[in-house]
């Protein structure tokens, strides 16, 4: 009787809710409002979930919300609910008085995958977005958000930002600042600007090398083998946007041999055909703009349903690579000693060893198994060149 009563209690405490893929662009409208409009791209990750809850901030004041389900471009339905509601649905932190949009998603968030969603609001905080005297006009809100753009309004030019930051001009004219947050505490962002920006945009001689940094969302994970075997597990996730797409091709960097391969959408769990391809006549019958292959360079291709326009396919590709060159043992020492071209990486180590040395900064976790894990965040446009080493522990 006692079992059953645990047992019905346990099933009732809803599971955390989690997400991930956070990104946030703010667009500041006519300073005299205080308002500036957020588009806020996150994934809900809790498996099973079927309702995600956003915070509305305490002192803004929300309007014009609207939520989309990325995968498909659908509107979601939504509601604005109080605190109370959000804890019993997950989020441990919710008091009564918050005040949280409950998005109900379309359907259960599949295990191991997500529900992207786009929340679409308009908040009024004069504490974040106000005039400083004379012409200036300040930003300075607290971002908890990792990846995050602050678009100024149009005639506006940059006069100062506090964080470091791309700087990067609009299709339409106006000026942005975007900005990865590297560090564990919420970013203490202060923008200022001032009238007497150019309105009309003209094109850059060099907009072609402008790319957005914070916006990549490509992630990277690499599960190391013993380093005896020269091997490692990786995951490589992406979001295909472009109508028309219905493969991806992943060329295997020279040096290296991979094998395992498998592939999924991570919106709904369905698995995806992956097939070997070998030279450069082949890759580039897939892949035209395909550099630095040549008749001995090896690709996978994952195939899938084309992308529909208005939709987007968040996809996982998983292979085992073996790679002499790049990753093994020197003496009893463990050695791994890549490029990382992405925004986001990660490295974990076999099991038994212990972290000596890692040449570029990173965050160190230990998962309950005793793995070491290395998660390297990379806001420049250039590859990061890194070197682990490990010891085995006695």
């Known amino acids: 009787m006692i079992g059953h009563l645990i047992a019905a209690l346990v099933a009732a405490i809803p599971a955390p809710q989690t997400e991930t893929g956070a990104y946030t662009r703010y667009e500041l409208l006519a300073p005299a409002t205080h308002s500036f409009r957020i588009v806020y791209e996150i994934t809900a990750a809790t498996a099973g979930a079927t309702t995600y809850f956003n915070p509305i901030r ?4 929300a309007r014009d919300e609207h939520v989309t389900d990325r995968a498909t471009g659908k509107p979601l339905a939504f509601a604005e609910v109080d605190g109370t509601v959000a804890r019993a649905g997950g989020v441990a932190d919710a008091a009564p008085g918050d005040r949280f949009i409950a998005v109900t998603l379309a359907h259960p968030v599949p295990a191991g995958g997500g529900a992207r969603l786009l929340i679409d609001k308009t908040y ?5 977005y106000h005039a400083d005297g004379g012409n200036d006009i300040v930003f300075d809100r ?3 958000i990792k990846r995050n753009i602050v678009v100024l309004p149009p005639g506006y030019r940059l006069v100062a930002v506090n964080v470091p930051s791309q700087v990067l001009e609009q299709p339409d004219g106006r000026i942005a600042v975007s900005l990865w947050n590297t560090g564990p505490e ?9 009238p007497g920006a150019v309105t009309t945009r003209v094109r850059s001689a060099v907009t072609d090398l402008l790319t957005e940094r914070a916006a990549q969302s490509r992630e990277i994970v690499y599960t190391l083998n013993p380093p005896e075997t020269h091997s490692f597990a990786l995951t490589h996730d992406y979001t295909e946007t472009n109508p028309g797409v219905a493969a991806y091709v992943n060329i295997v ?3 290296s041999t991979a094998s395992a391969p498998s592939a999924r959408d991570l919106d709904t769990g369905e698995a995806f055909v992956a097939e070997p391809v070998h030279g450069a006549a082949a890759i580039r019958a897939l892949e035209p703009d395909a550099g630095d292959v040549t008749p001995d360079t090896d690709a996978i291709v994952f195939r899938f349903a084309p992308v529909a326009p208005g939709t987007s396919r968040r996809l996982r590709i998983a292979e085992t690579y073996t790679d002499p060159d790049r990753y093994g043992l020197k003496g009893d020492e463990l050695v791994w000693h890549r490029s990382f071209g992405r925004p986001t990486n990660a490295v974990v180590l076999p099991a038994g060893w212990a972290l000596t040395n890692s040449s570029v900064p990173a965050t160190v976790t230990t ?3 005793g793995r070491v894990r290395l998660d ?5 446009t250039d590859e990061i060149d890194t070197v682990i080493t490990a010891r085995r522990q006695p």
């Open 58 to 61: 305490p002192g803004s004041v």
């Open 124 to 128: 009024e905080d004069a504490r974040s």
């Open 142 to 144: 607290s971002l908890g």
């Open 186 to 194: 919420p970013a203490p962002l202060v923008v200022r600007a001032r």
């Open 253 to 255: 960097r020279a040096g």
């Open 367 to 369: 998962a309950a198994d």
């Open 376 to 380: 390297f965040i990379n806001p420049r």
